[in-house]
């Protein structure tokens, strides 16, 4: 039985198909970088390590993403926007988030509250810009990358509209709420940096933020099927309660109040010492 026979017969995904490095096929689009399976497998394990010891390299996170995502959980995503009439149409049209498309200072004129309102403020507030998410390069159907480019560009929307920051607890919280609604292995691996929180921040994640997360993700509709550039002027409220997601408690609330509770305490730790020692100075 021949090689593509075989391929055909189990209908193997173009990315499991071996190829020699020293005859890599033609890229299926500008960027594109295909990759053995060999290849695969070593860039999901060195970039995952590499993530984990620089959470800030954001370009390994990216090659974690598309290493893992492939072949099968890029393409269920892929199909489940094929299943939405609103996911054909985005498809379809392959709109793109960057500053150019998303005049941030058009945004922030925007109604409070808005979705494009929140989106800029988020932005401000984080210091990011749209322009700050890695091009796709190593997932081999052409749609499938745009999928994937898609979700990266949009993932700041998720954070605008939960109002969770980009810190590593509220990252590892919408990560969660990802993994549970896109199934990409990469959103799941994220978490690994839960060992990086401190004691309470852990004890508040299991218990407060990763079952929101789950159960949110769950019963949420698919929020890569979401046209944000038509949701701009809609009430935050209002697209929560269509896609079915719940307000997570507020984490910079939660984070303000217990540094002003340290602080009250250190003030009265250190008024009790300065009063003993004013004590031991009468006494003496």
Do not use: C
Not at 3 to 14: A, G, Q, V, W, Y
Request: proline share 6%; no cysteine; charged share 30%.
């Amino acid at each position: 039985m021949s090689r593509p026979t075989l391929h055909r017969l189990l209908h193997l995904p173009s990315s499991l198909r071996t190829f020699s490095v020293l005859s890599r096929p033609t890229p299926n689009y500008p960027s594109h970088v295909p990759l053995t399976p060999l290849e695969r497998a070593s860039l999901a394990i060195t970039s995952a390590f590499g993530s984990l010891l620089n959470p800030h390299r954001h370009d390994l996170i990216a090659a974690l993403g598309e290493a893992t995502a492939s072949p099968y959980f890029i393409s269920r995503l892929h199909r489940a926007m094929l299943a939405n009439p609103t996911g054909r149409r985005i498809l379809r049209e392959r709109p793109r988030i960057t500053s150019k498309t998303m005049r941030l200072e058009e945004l922030r004129e925007y109604p409070e509250n808005s979705v494009g309102r929140a989106y800029a403020e988020w932005l401000d507030r984080e210091g990011v810009t749209p322009d700050t998410r890695d091009g796709v390069r190593y997932i081999d159907n052409e749609e499938e990358a745009y999928v994937m480019q898609r979700y990266r560009e949009t993932h700041d929307f998720t954070h605008a509209i939960t109002g969770l920051p980009v810190i590593i607890e509220g990252e590892l919280a919408v990560k969660a709420f990802e993994f549970a609604n896109t199934l990409l292995p990469m959103t799941a691996l994220s978490l690994v940096a839960f060992v990086r929180l401190k004691k309470a921040e852990r004890a508040r994640f299991w218990s407060v933020y990763l079952p929101w997360a789950v159960r949110n993700g769950l019963k949420a509709e698919e929020v890569v099927n979401v046209y944000w550039e038509e949701e701009l002027g809609t009430d935050v409220g209002v697209l929560r309660g269509r896609l079915g997601i719940e307000v997570p408690p507020d984490l910079r609330g939660i984070r303000k109040r217990e540094r002003e509770e340290r602080k009250r305490e250190r003030g009265v730790r250190e008024a009790e010492g300065r009063a003993a020692e004013r004590n031991g100075e009468a006494t003496g």
